[in-house]
């Protein structure tokens, strides 16, 4: 079970992009995480045969605000699920959400 707080601490939201050439569109994962966001990455691309590269991170104040973040993109993206944290998205589609960062606080 996810405990959620309001206590402040290092917590971040990422977007990894699995690199799936030559399509012309990307893999993407959202996840939470705190610590060092590149351990996340390499632990990931452990296990997948194509290069993975971090889109994006966010750093946020609460884990609330980590998990109500990562719960906007799944519900936007939710009709391109891949398997299971992984949405099938165009890149732009993708960056047009994440310019809408004002939104999310």
Sequence with gaps: MVMISDKIED???YVIE???????????KIGVGSGDVKKRLKSLQTGCPFELTLVNKFDVETSRQAYKLERLFR???SDSIIRNEWHDCDTREVINF????????
């Design 75 to 77: 519900l936007e993206f």
């Design 11 to 13: 917590h971040f939201v």
């Design 98 to 105: 994440l310019s809408r960062g004002s939104e999310w606080r």
């Design 18 to 28: 699995c690199n799936q050439e030559p399509t012309s569109y990307g893999a993407y």
